[in-house]
């Protein structure tokens, strides 16, 4: 595979991080995951624009301009010659000798890369068993950072409980998913965490809010509790990867008598339709 290390475009092998780049050593860098549908960039200036307030709350230097950044994903895609796929990258605060305080001098180091994932691999439409577990990360969640150890830990318990997805919670209220948000249903009423320190926004989650607007679905942005979760009449949670995934289980508990919910199917099919349109636009 060809991938992008700064404005260069090299074979994987030839990719070379200093092991003194403060990404590797403090996790302190920024990151994007952007869907490809048909060799397309999805959602492209939403994710351009989280990107750069990302950049912005961590005082991080973007080291190219969105319009030339942009040029070059498009060429690590043609490059890699993705059809349906993922383009990945980060920028981290660059090499400098370790202390805590940002280097005066140092450029940002930008890397990507970009694989194939196929829809049909990617969704879930039959739905996933997720846990509950209790959200130990940082009190800026808004921004998405390399620092990923909660997420990780949190996703590794799930998958050590027979389960795909972590749902987690501070206290008694629900915030995301370790990789994804979380929307539950309630007398056909929509309900995610408002878009706060405590989660990110999802640019998936966007989308979501979006398609429910023109499908006339009511939506509520507000704190939901562990109880409104485990009784509510449908659970789906939402990423880049895996567009709308029903939850049917959480824990012990069936949601929905464990099949995917009425609102979720029709906010699938309406993504369905977008991707059909993008794709063949
Ligand atoms: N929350 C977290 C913690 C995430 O890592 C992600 C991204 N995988 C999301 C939500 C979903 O964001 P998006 O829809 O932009 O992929």
Known sequence: PTILYQDQFLSRDQGKVDMED?????????????????GRLFLLDLHMKRLERSARELRLQL???????TDNLRTLIA??????????F???RGAAPRQHLFPEETESVLTGSAISLSREDALRPDGIKASLIDDIRWLRCDIKTLNLLGNVLAKQKAHEQGSEEAILHRG???????????????????????????????ITRLFVLDLAERLDIPVQERLFSTEELLSADEVFITSTGAEVKPVVQ??????????????AGRLMDAFDKEVTRIRTA
């Not at 490059?79 to 990945?88: A, E, R, S, T």
């Not at 069936?254 to 609102?263: Q, T």
């Open 22 to 38: 403060r990404g590797y050593q403090f996790g302190d860098g920024i990151y994007e995951a952007i869907r490809v549908y048909g």
């Open 250 to 263: 959480i824990g012990d508990q069936l949601i929905a008598g464990g099949r995917p919910g009425v609102i």
């Open 172 to 202: 008694d209220t629900v915030t995301e998913g370790s990789s994804c948000n979380v929307f539950i249903v309630k007398e056909g009423r929509l309900i995610t965490h408002p878009a706060d320190h405590f989660i990110l926004n999802g």
């Open 63 to 69: 080291p190219y301009s969105i319009d030339h950044l």
């Open 90 to 92: 980060q920028i981290t």
């Open 79 to 88: 490059k890699n010659q993705i059809d349906d796929g993922l383009v990945y």
